[in-house]
Structure formats: C-alpha cells, structure tokens
C-alpha cells in the first residue's frame, strides 16, 4: 500500500519508519511517485537520483529496526550547491554543467552517516545570487501556493520542494536571505544558524563572510533536528565552531518572562499592509502567549542593503576567480591564448545577474575605490553588529516581517535589480551580524503565505527554536498548498 | 558617473567580455546600484572599526597530521582538458 507523503514532516516519516508501518523503500518511492506526479509544475528539482535513492533506501530495509540509527531512511532534497560525492553539482550555472564533486562536502557526509536517502538536487539561483530562483540557468521554480509567483530566492528549489512535498525536508544556504525569505513566500520554515554553526566544507563558496548552511522544514522540530544533524565543529573548516548546545527537540508552549523587541525600521513604508496585517497579528499572539513585546530603534539596519551590496559582490568577485575553464567546468570551444580562454569560458558560463555581481565586486575593489566602498561598508557592518548587540541587552529576540512581500509574479523584478534586492531588506543585516534567524510562516495574505522573522543572538539557536515552536503551535497556520486547481 | 571606459576597465580585470548590447545594459544598472550603495559614505563612521570577523573566533589550528586525499586521477578527473596526468591551458598571451 502506497504512503500519503503529503504534509507529511520528517519526525512522522521517522515514525512511520520505526514503528515498521513503511518501509524506507516504500516512503522513497512515494516521494519519487509525487516528484513525478507534482514536479513538471513546481521545477523544484535539477536532479531526481530515483536509482541513488531506491538503492539507499534497500541498504537501509536489508537492516532490521531496532539497529538503525534515528533518522535512518528518512529522505531529503539537497540544494544543488553543496557537493555530493559522484552526483552532479551545478550550482545552478552553466559554467558547472556537468560537474561531478570528487568528495562530499561535511553536511553531506554527516546525513550519508545518519542514513538520510538523498532524492536529488534542487534548483536556485545562479552561485545562490537572486531572490527569487529566476536566475537559474537551468529552469524557474514555481511557488506551489500559486504556479505563477516566485518561491523566493536563492534556495527557492529547497522551499518549494518542502512545500509541494516534494521532500519532507531540504538543506539550503543563506547570505542575505537565501533560506529564510523564499521559506516565508512558500509558506515553510527556514532557519539560519549562527555564521560558523555548521561547515561549510564542499559548499560553492558565493560570500564567505556571510554564507551559512541551514534547513528548510515543514515545522520547527524538524528544523530543530536537522540543525542538530548537521551543524558541527569541523577541522575542514576553520571558520566553524559548532553549536555551544544542541537544538533537541523543541517543546516549549508559552512564552512568558521573554522579550521581544519589534524592529521599529522593518514595519515602516517598504512593507506592503498584507504583510504588516500578519505581522501585526503575530505581535498579539506572542503577547497573548505571555512574553513582553515592545518596539526597538535599530537605526544601521536601514544601511544594510547599501553595505551588503559591497561586501557581498567583493568576495563573490574573488570567490569566482576560481572559475577559469583550467579545472573543472565549462570550457570555452575556441581560444587563442590564456587571457581569452579566461574571458570566454566566463563570459559564456556564467549569467547576467553573476557577471554583474562579479563586476559591482571588482569595481568595488579596484585601486582607488577600496577605502570609499569596501572599507565603508565594514565599518557600517560594524554599526549594525554594535546595533544588535544594544538591542539584545533588552531583549531576548527581534522580530520582524521576513520579507516586505508576500510572492511576487514570476518576470516582475527581473528587469530591476534593485527592486530585486529589495526583497532581502529585512533578512540581510542578520548575515552581517552573524546572527541567528528563523522564518516561520504566521499566516496569509491575499491567499500568499506571509512570514516572521525572529532573530536571537549568536548561538542561541535553541533557545530561539523553543520560543519559535511556541508560537508556531498557537498560530497552526496552514503549509500545505492546494495544487492544480483543488487537489493537493 | 561610472564612465563607459570604465566599466571596459573593470570586465578586463574580473576577465568578462561584454558585447556593445550588453555594455549600453550594464553600465547605467552599475550606475544605478552604485549610486544606491554611495548612501554610506554620507555616514559619519568614524571612530568605527571595519570589520573582520562577526563572531569572536580564535585561531583556528588543528595537528599537522597527514590523511589520505583525493588521488591524482580523482582530482584531475573534472578537468577539460587533461594530458599525462597535467591540466592543459593555451599559451599566455
């Protein structure tokens, strides 16, 4: 008999596992059954290792029960970023087609060692720039909330999969929103760690200061338990240091005696009244649930866009150098000498969003330009840590909407870039600060789901988890979509 | 303010080609974002450090230890074009 897989979240896959109900094969094939029956609307999936992942699943149903490990035979979607040892990695570039990662990166050796079943890979936005996976070279997701708005970006493959059930979970990365903002337009939770909570061994780099790895669940327990999986001090990385205590497994129910500061800069003009109506509503279930909420001035948050659209381009110019036809990746057909190797093979691999990254990055960096922009920009991000830093010597957490928007219509930003960057306003200065951060979904607007952002100070993910858990239990907002016109 | 011959600077130095489409695209969407990121330098930031990690980290040393890594073949086995074991690249310039 066929699994139900939809809405289904990872803790119930691992029940329906261990109690013997399913098999791994069984529940594998009944995600592979609903990426077959959903996918050719939702393009969430670059990849689907059908052969991989039945393979998997039968080395886990050959052991018996009771010796598996907990999450053994639980599936996952993987975003495309992270390299998998033999499987195709592209990073959503044509200038990775083809790629096949000789080794594993360290998150992905921790799920094979936990015994997850890898579906395949998930699409995103070109080297994990965009917001809203149009920039794939590959193909563009569709929110599964409604098939012609965005799921967000850059991880909006690892949303939308979660949200079309697709996977009961998925791992996606974060520099200026990535996980957190297409979690909030696809109605899903996204958590970004604390920077250095996991490794970031065998992720394509896009700006290192501010790139870290995180899940990408149905609810906050599953989030809390693929943290803990993956996150970890790992000699491979010397800029990870693990979390000071894991996550477990969240319980929490009321609120009481925390605080919670509204970031007074984020519920101003730039959110859309849809947005700030859930939000609002939100503030009244977290002082229904007994915690204090007040407003909070943050003044340098304001500035975080201008400071992330230096630094972020700058390690992105130099992060990219690295391809250059000579290793791995595309190659150009025809070339005289080295220099226009180089110029071809770039020019052709990469797409218009990069290259203009690449170029605000180089511009940004070049002689005579450094102090004026680079230089300015660390010392804003300085501003914004010192900002934080104030704000959570009153409070416990921040909270504020994820994203100005709710989804927008797939084509609407594309020919602007800045109303593009826009969307990350909210999420970006918790990368400059390294902080922690969660989207859960707090409710609709228009039919489009809305989500809140809480942000805590570094390493408290478990503490920000509980308090999340909470008020995730009071809200009981929806995440599973109506598809194709009813069914789900 | 951002000068079409520089904009012919920059792609030479990050090794992009832009075609005459391309260049009369790009050099007003530079324009454009550079002038929104030049609001920083109306901040008075001084007395402010840049910086350089967000969180407080310490040197990061683990033992010198030798393991196994990837061998010859597995490293050169994505390269487009490789002979006896060497990646091969035109000639320079």
Known sequence: MGVDVVGLTAWQCRELLSSGQVSAQELTRAYLDRIAAVDGDVKSY??????????????????????????????????????????????????????????????????????????????????????????????????????????????????????????????????????RQPASLCGVVGLKPTYGAVSRYGLVAFASSLDQIGPLTRDTRDAAALLDIVAGKDPLDSTSLGLTEPAGTPSRSALEGLRFGVIKEFIGDAIEPGVKEVFDSAVDAISALGAVCEEVSLPGVVRGLAAYYIIAPSEASANLARFDGVRYGHRTAHAEDLYEMYTRTRSEGFGTEVKRRIMIGTYALSAGYYDAYYAQAQRTRT?????????????????????????????????????????????????????????????????????????????????????????????????????????? | MISRREVEHVARLARLHFDEEELARLQPELEQIIGYVEQLSELDLSGLETTSHAVAIKNALRPDEPWTGLTHEEAMANGPAVERGSFVVPRIG
Not at chain 1, 398 to 408: D, G, Q
Request: net charge negative; with cysteine; proline share 8%.
């Open chain 1, 46 to 179: 670059l990849l689907v290792d059908e052969k991989g992942a039945m393979a998997a699943a039968a080395a886990v149903d050959a052991k018996p029960i009771s010796q598996r490990k907990p999450w053994e035979g639980v599936p996952i979607g993987l975003k495309d970023i992270f390299a998998v040892k033999g499987m195709e990695t592209t990073c959503g570039s044509k200038i990775l087609k083809g790629y096949i990662p000789p080794y594993d990166a360290t998150i992905i050796a921790k799920l094979r060692d936990a015994g997850l079943i890898f579906l395949g890979k998930l699409n995103m936005d070109e080297f994990a720039m965009g917001s809203s996976t149009e920039n794939s070279a590959f193909e563009t997701t569709r929110n599964p909330w409604d098939l012609d708005r965005v799921p967000g970006g850059s991880s909006g493959g690892s949303a939308a999969c979660v949200a079309a059930s697709e996977a009961p979970w998925t791992l996606g990365t974060d520099t200026g929103g990535s996980i």
């Open chain 1, 383 to 488: 501003l914004i840590i010192n900002d934080f830093a104030r704000a959570f010597e009153d409070f416990d957490y921040l909270i504020s909407p994820t994203s100005p928007t709710v989804a927008f219509k797939i084509g609407e930003r594309v020919a602007d870039p800045l109303a593009m960057y826009l969307s990350d306003l909210c999420t970006i200065p918790v990368n400059l600060a390294a902080l922690p951060g969660i989207s859960i979904p707090a409710g609709f607007s228009a039919g489009m789901p809305v989500g809140l952002q809480l942000i805590g100070p570094h390493f408290s993910e478990k503490g920000l988890l509980d308090a999340s858990h909470a008020l995730e239990q009071h809200l009981q907002v929806p995440t599973v979509p109506l598809m194709k016109g009813g069914e789900r």
